[in-house]
């Protein structure tokens, strides 16, 4: 089993930067893809960006290409999520998610484990 918890969400003004964490506990999730989905309210749960094990490979929803980055921290068992520029249509529940598998894929089906999210606000 793998336990996720996020941190690092909140309340920031549009154009503001924040970072979300992934701190994984249980199993190593060293050999795990990794991603970072959300979900608005009355919207379904959507990809935001993912990466392989060993961080070479990422993958990035459109809406957030050039704005977001994705990074992990093997040794820490940690990923992170780096937003800037963000918008008030950013708005939604951050999940962390784990892919028992090295590569990465932008399907919610394809990951058997998830954190409780963290709320992002962005007002304009």
């Known amino acids: 089993q793998v336990q996720l918890v996020e941190s690092g969400g909140g309340l920031v003004q549009a154009g503001g930067s924040l970072r979300l964490s992934c701190a994984a506990s249980?199993?190593?999730?060293?050999?795990?893809?990794m991603g970072w989905f959300r979900q608005a309210p009355g919207k379904e749960r959507e990809v935001v960006a993912a990466i392989s094990w060993s961080g070479r490979d990422t993958y990035y929803a459109d809406s957030v290409k050039g704005r977001f980055t994705i990074s992990r921290d093997n040794a820490k068992a940690t990923v992170y999520l780096q937003m800037n520029s963000l918008k008030p249509e950013d708005t939604a529940v951050y999940y962390c998610?784990?892919?028992?598998?090295?590569?990465?894929?932008?399907?919610?089906?394809?990951?058997?484990?998830w954190g409780q999210g963290t709320q992002v606000t962005v007002s304009s």
């Open positions: 998610a784990a892919r028992p598998t090295p590569y990465l894929s932008g399907e919610t089906s394809s990951y058997d484990y």
């Open positions: 249980g199993r190593t999730i060293s050999s795990y893809a």
